[in-house]
């Protein structure tokens, strides 16, 4: 069982990336999952989720209007479109999946059954 995040790196503020987080072992649309990130010096944060029972995804605000979250469930893949970055966007991105996640818990670390690895995303210029 494996979650496997890719797609970071260095962008211009005002450019976009789109990170992927693929998975094995299991059936990604079976879970509720989620991106999270962590800042230097800070703690992770969710900043996006999609349930596992509907497609209605879910942003904090920071994020809003700026990132999408999308499943392809053919690829057994979630993503992250990352729009209109700003510096204060420069973080590692993880993945997460949870098979019990629920409203209460969408948001918060024990939330989540599996974590991607992590990949850094650096919006400098």
């Known amino acids: 069982v494996q979650l496997q995040a890719s797609g970071g790196g260095l962008v211009q503020p005002g450019g976009s990336l789109r990170l992927s987080c693929a998975a094995s072992?299991?059936?990604?649309?079976?879970?509720?999952v989620a991106w999270f990130r962590q800042a230097p010096g800070k703690e992770r944060e969710w900043i996006s989720g999609?349930?596992?029972?509907?497609?209605?995804?879910f942003y904090t605000d920071s994020v809003k209007g700026r990132f999408t979250i999308s499943r392809d469930t053919a690829k057994n893949t979630v993503y992250l479109q990352m729009n209109s970055l700003k510096p204060e966007d420069t973080a590692v991105y993880y993945c997460?999946?949870?098979?019990?996640?629920?409203?209460?818990?969408?948001?918060?670390?024990?939330?989540?059954?599996?974590w991607g690895q992590g990949t850094l995303v650096t919006v400098s210029s």
């Open positions: 997460a999946s949870g098979y019990r996640t629920i409203t209460s818990t969408m948001r918060t670390l024990g939330g989540y059954d599996y």
């Open positions: 072992g299991f059936t990604l649309a079976a879970t509720t």
């Open positions: 999609m349930k596992r029972s509907n497609s209605n995804p």
